[in-house]
């Protein structure tokens, strides 16, 4: 019998009885824009490890991303199956209990593999749930356990997901996406992807060109199904860290001679290896970058100063999305706070705060089993619903009741919207800076990035106008105005379109506040 493989997410709806409202189809509403309301970042991430396995191996395979139940039963019911794998994370863990029913019933056949970083479940856990278990990269795994070829190299996937929606206005063109490697070799306590792959670096594309060459790929085939590709995701959890590879990049972006746009992931350790303008030549307008703690002595932090860095990239256009922890044992209430002044004063275009994590198979977890710290709620009979970076699973040593730093944590994010505002005008203000800059820089590669960092900034005027009116402070509702009037002044007055969608604007904001209130 030939192999035939079905590949799969955990099933939809998310946000059930017990479930975090951080875990779902969505990452920047979830986990990043969570408290920003109608003006919060809407766009549904592909789980691309799926898309990557069904790409590298030779057996037939179908890939489901977020399946209805339904969905699933109809394709367990007329696909003929030999295995079954299932992507999940320790917080969707209860989803996979329920698909794993409906396959032993409707594709008895089928061997089931889990895969994923819900993986470092012990066995105890997962085994009566499959018959294979993926604790490594899952290329050269699917490729042995099929009985193929593991010498081949990685070929990267198109699969692109939609634009960024805010308030109902969406693209219509793709993002797309490459994954340049898996783990990491910071090594971060509490890191469940460095930790996963022994903090070793396992790499997807071994050299710039074949990250440049692959994303220039995969817009080439969206081009020929008709659609506009206008961005590109590469997934690495510290990209600036491999050097001599992103110098590579550098060279092939130079020497393409386009202006691209992309979003990636870079610690001030890799980052400060690079000019400002060299990371604009390589087209990053958002980089997710670790801000952590102030006291957590992370060397992925060393190289620059963050407000020497923040500035910088900023000039050029570069927006920052930054990541906080909190509940680190040096901090206190009153240090959380100290340190979130800090990271205000960078004003990051987007702020993620998470509660710091023993997740299993990383040391910090191994420390707090051995210093008989976990909570007995989370140690006798875990909620693994609740592993999602926003819940304290331990007893802290300054806090009493736990539950009080999930309080600061939603303060906080309550308080950065406050202070800063909506998110799409933060890093419209970024980019209005890097194209003020750059509009006559005598490198052509800039100047060309300006132009197109002008009319992203273009695309933020209907979003000034409901922040004009819905703000959450009067403060932000300043900010709008100026970047509203910087706008109009750098880069020309409003056409009849964009008067049109100027005044929607507010429209939309109340219909998506209604809807949201009704649920």
Not at 6 to 35: C, K, M, N, W, Y
Not at 306 to 326: H, N, R, W
Not at 412 to 421: M, T, W
Request: aromatic share 10%.
């Amino acid at each position: 019998m030939h192999n035939k493989l079905l590949l799969t997410s955990v099933i939809r709806p998310f946000g059930g009885p017990g479930e975090g409202d951080s875990v779902g189809a969505e990452l920047f509403h979830a986990q990043v824009t969570r408290a920003q309301g109608p003006f919060s970042l809407r766009q549904v991430i592909r789980v691309w490890a799926i898309d990557y396995l069904a790409e590298n191996v030779e057996a037939p395979t179908v890939t489901l991303h977020y399946p209805s139940r339904r969905e699933l039963i109809r394709e367990l019911r007329t696909g003929g199956y030999t295995h079954v794998g299932i992507n999940f994370v320790v917080a969707t863990f209860h989803k996979v209990r329920e698909m794993v029913p409906l396959i032993r019933r409707y594709a008895p056949q089928a061997k089931i593999i889990l895969g994923g970083y819900g993986t470092v479940l012990p066995d105890e856990l997962l085994a009566p749930w499959a018959d294979a278990i993926c604790r490594e990269e899952g290329v050269g795994f699917l490729r042995r356990t099929l009985g193929e070829d593991d010498s081949r190299e990685v070929r990267h996937p198109h699969a692109p997901i939609p634009s960024v929606q805010v308030l109902g206005f969406q693209l219509r063109a793709v993002v797309g996406h490459v994954t340049a490697g898996l783990g990491c070799s910071n090594g971060c306590d509490f890191c469940c992807t460095s930790h996963f792959f022994k903090q070793k670096y396992v790499p997807f594309s071994k050299s710039g060109r074949d990250i440049y060459e692959s994303l220039i790929e995969t817009r080439r085939r969206a081009q020929a199904e008709g659609v506009d590709m206008n961005g590109f995701i590469v997934i690495d959890e510290d990209f600036f860290l491999h050097r001599r590879r992103a110098r590579e990049f550098l060279d092939c972006v130079r020497e393409g001679g386009e202006s691209l746009s992309l979003m990636g992931f870079g610690s001030v350790r890799g980052l400060a290896q690079f000019s400002a303008r060299e990371v604009a030549e390589m087209g990053f307008d958002l980089v997710w970058n670790a801000f952590e703690g102030k006291g957590a002595g992370y060397r992925k932090q060393q190289g620059k100063t963050f407000p020497e860095l923040y500035a910088d990239l900023k000039s050029v256009g570069c927006g920052q999305l930054t990541s906080m922890i909190i509940g680190f044992p040096y901090q206190t209430e009153a240090t959380i706070w100290s340190e979130f002044e800090e990271l205000m004063a960078l004003e990051p275009g987007l702020t993620q705060c998470l509660i710091y994590f023993a997740f299993p198979g990383t040391p910090f977890h191994e420390q707090v089993i051995a210093e008989g710290r976990y909570r007995p709620s989370f140690k006798q009979a875990p909620d693994l619903r609740r592993w999602d970076g926003f819940a304290m699973h331990f007893d802290h040593p300054h806090f009493e009741k736990p539950e009080a730093v999930e309080a600061i944590q939603r303060a906080i994010y309550a308080e950065d919207f406050k202070r800063l505002g909506p998110s799409p005008l933060r890093l419209a203000r970024v980019w209005l800076t890097g194209y003020e800059n750059l509009k006559n820089d005598p490198n052509p590669l800039l100047a060309k990035r300006a132009e197109r960092l002008r009319q992203d900034v273009r695309a933020a005027l209907p979003v000034t106008t409901a922040a004009i009116a819905f703000a959450p402070s009067e403060a932000v509702r300043e900010r709008a105005r100026r970047l509203r009037e910087d706008i109009i002044r750098l880069t020309g007055e409003l056409s009849a379109e964009d008067h049109v969608r100027s005044a929607g604007a507010p429209v939309l904001y109340l219909a998506s506040r209604a809807a949201r209130a009704l649920g």
